[in-house]
């Protein structure tokens, strides 16, 4: 589940960086875990071309998009106000969850190098079309990337609606008592609510008094950018259905959405290595990816429903490579971790989903027990 909005800080939210950088400004100089580990893989995928951008793939992917969104906007139009219109809203949302997949690898600078462009594509697709704070995200993700799973640094696994270690359940009281106890339960429900509470976090980061790292113009173009996605949105609904069609059609289309990002991302990290300061002494860029992240075996549907984020082992140690590059890095990947005796986990998706249930289920077991 997404997280509030991260403390103010006085840093303004950085732009992603080139992976080369990335690694270089972290990783150790040498040694068990240092930067030697990762420093031959990133040469050999240097070599055959796989950190080149795909531009023209991605143009083909958003215009298909583009086309779907407008059909199921013309299709509303001309159904009118009928429950038949309805079956158009889980269209919308595999469509959404698509224009999501290219607003992160817009974020990643996966389309292109230059950075003012992959900005504006972030803007229109996360912005505009999704209603989702670009700059909000950006930050919570990029420390995501920096520090994936980290106990004490990662913001995907703060204490908040779910809680991802055992010593986060103490204090736990009322209603989030009772959610961490049944955690795993209710997982894929709480998922349902993800489309929803990316529009409030982002907003409530656009409009924090307290948070500065976002600087004024940003903030008032991202503002802009959220109110006409919203209006726009309600505009659509209420043109072209009764009220209560509209609120029914809202609530499938976000609650789909919601389930089907939960869906893409939950099996990437949930149940894997989470080192904190105890635990994950001198592990260098390759280890800190690598241990903490979890693949989900190839396939087409997969692949497509997924997002191409099923090789998340690959994304994270080349945040941005473009995604149809990420399945031609895994050989590579595997055989050097083999090399090293780095474990390398990948799973089929049913299996994925029941080992971070299994988790989630296990962190709650003191509540249940009142161990």
């Known amino acids: 589940m997404s997280r509030a909005a991260p403390a103010p800080s006085a840093e303004p939210v950085s732009a992603p960086v080139p992976v080369a950088e990335a690694i270089s400004a972290t990783a150790p100089a040498g040694g068990r875990g240092g930067g030697s580990d990762f420093a031959p893989l990133l040469r050999m995928v240097r070599e055959q ?22 059909a199921i906007i013309t299709g509303m139009v001309l159904l009118g106000p009928s429950w038949w219109t309805l079956l158009l809203a889980p269209a919308l949302a595999v469509v959404s969850a698509r224009i999501s997949f290219v607003a992160h690898d817009a974020g990643h600078a996966q389309i292109t190098t230059d950075r003012g462009r992959s900005r504006v594509i972030q803007l229109v697709h996360a912005n505009l079309l999704l209603g989702m704070s670009q700059e909000w995200w950006n930050d919570k993700h990029n420390r995501h990337h ?63 008094r307290q948070d500065n790292r976002i600087p004024v113009r940003r903030r008032v173009l991202e503002g802009l950018l959220l109110m006409a996605h919203v209006v726009g949105y309600a505009a659509l609904l209420l043109t072209t259905l009764t009220m209560g069609q509209a609120v029914v059609f809202a609530l499938i289309h976000q609650m789909l959405l919601g389930l089907h990002l939960g869906m893409a991302f939950a099996p990437n990290h949930k149940g894997m290595e989470m080192p904190g300061p105890e635990n994950s002494e001198g592990w260098g860029h390759l280890r800190r990816q690598v241990l903490t992240s979890r693949n989900i075996r190839r396939g087409a549907l997969t692949d497509w429903f997924l997002g191409g984020l099923n090789y998340q082992i690959e994304h994270h140690l080349f945040p941005s490579m473009p995604r149809p590059h990420l399945r031609l890095a895994q050989p590579l990947v595997r055989a050097h971790c083999a090399s090293l005796g780095v474990r390398y986990t990948e799973t089929g998706l049913i299996d994925s989903y029941r080992q971070a249930l299994g988790h989630l289920h296990d962190v709650g077991e003191p509540l249940r027990t009142g161990a």
């Open 49 to 70: 071309g796989l950190l080149e951008r795909r531009t023209a793939w991605y143009a083909r992917g958003i215009t298909v998009n583009l086309v779907f969104l407008a």
């Open 146 to 208: 920096a520090n994936p799973n980290h106990i004490d640094k990662d913001p995907d696994v703060a204490a908040d609606i779910l809680v991802f270690t055992r010593h986060q359940t103490a204090g736990r009281s009322g209603l989030r008592h009772w959610l961490t106890r049944h955690q795993a339960g209710l997982f894929f429900p709480l998922t349902t609510l993800e489309g929803i509470a990316l529009k409030v976090y982002g907003f409530q980061a656009i409009l924090s």
